[in-house]
């Protein structure tokens, strides 16, 4: 199983900008395709964005289209959510995921497929 380790969550301006990240240990993460989510309380966790095993290829929620970009460093084990203009209702707990999917398709999107999850990190903007 691999484990997920999410960082670089804070408090930031709306308009503003963080990245996070996700690195991994246990796995090679190459084997898997990467998720993230975001939660908010009372709320279910919510699908943000995905990446192929070698980067190729990102799908985006609507919300984040044009704004959030996920890229990744397999050599260094590592996932990045890069988000720019940020609103307040972006404020969430944000986890890294990974799944062992064959596919690349809706079926990404699906919180149930991932088998591998982060403990979370804060992003809140503020208005």
């Known amino acids: 199983q691999v484990q997920l380790v999410e960082s670089g969550g804070g408090l930031v301006q709306n308009g503003g900008s963080l990245r996070l990240s996700c690195a991994a240990s246990?796995?090679?993460?190459?084997?898997?395709?990467m998720g993230w989510f975001r939660q908010t309380p009372g709320k279910e966790r919510e699908f943000v964005g995905a990446i192929t095993r070698n980067g190729d290829s990102t799908y985006y929620a609507e919300s984040v289209k044009g704004r959030f970009s996920i890229t990744r460093d397999n050599a260094k084990n590592t996932v990045y959510l890069q988000m720019n203009s940020l609103k307040p209702e972006d404020t969430a707990v944000y986890y890294c995921?990974?799944?062992?999917?064959?596919?690349?398709?809706?079926?990404?999107?699906?919180?149930?497929?991932?088998?591998?999850w982060g403990q979370g990190t804060q992003v809140t903007v503020s208005s």
């Open positions: 246990g796995r090679t993460l190459s084997n898997y395709v």
């Open positions: 995921a990974a799944t062992s999917s064959p596919s690349f398709n809706v079926v990404i999107t699906f919180r149930s497929i991932y088998t591998g």
